[in-house]
């Protein structure tokens, strides 16, 4: 038999159920891994939520903090509407975005930004038009 040839029989079923159980536990532990990816994400959301005392709080831990896209895309999703209508309100384009964490923030706001309601939008609207006049 050369090197090339695997071996038949017997031997050749065996390998091939270990070939699948090796597989199968590989598989098994990327899932773990990203399983426990998720759970830091979710913890490091929640984490920085409750650090929130304000807007103001909210910006700067936005600005400050290494957050990826799917982190950021987290953390903007669970936001109530009102707070996301604020960022929505400071990153109205991605005109003068010079830092890497504010252009993933724009991002991730126009991605929820798209799959909000037309009745959403409106309270949107609505708070963002409150918001500029309380500035004023």
Do not use: C, W
């Amino acid at each position: 038999m050369s090197d090339t040839q695997r071996p038949q029989g017997p031997a050749s079923g065996v390998l091939n159920s270990l070939s699948r159980i090796g597989a199968v536990i590989v598989g098994m532990v990327e899932t773990r891994l990203k399983l426990i990816a998720i759970e830091l994400e979710e913890e490091k959301i929640t984490l920085i939520l409750n650090e929130v005392h304000s807007f103001a709080d909210l910006l700067d831990i936005l600005s400050d903090t290494e957050l990826y896209a799917n982190e950021f895309d987290l953390l903007i999703n669970t936001l109530p509407l009102p707070i996301f209508a604020m960022l929505l309100s400071q990153y109205p384009n991605d005109d003068f975005l010079d830092r890497e964490s504010e252009q993933l923030l724009f991002a991730a706001l126009q991605r929820r930004k798209q799959r909000i309601s037309t009745e959403e939008m409106q309270q949107i609207e609505h708070f963002i038009t409150t918001f500029q006049r309380e500035e004023m």
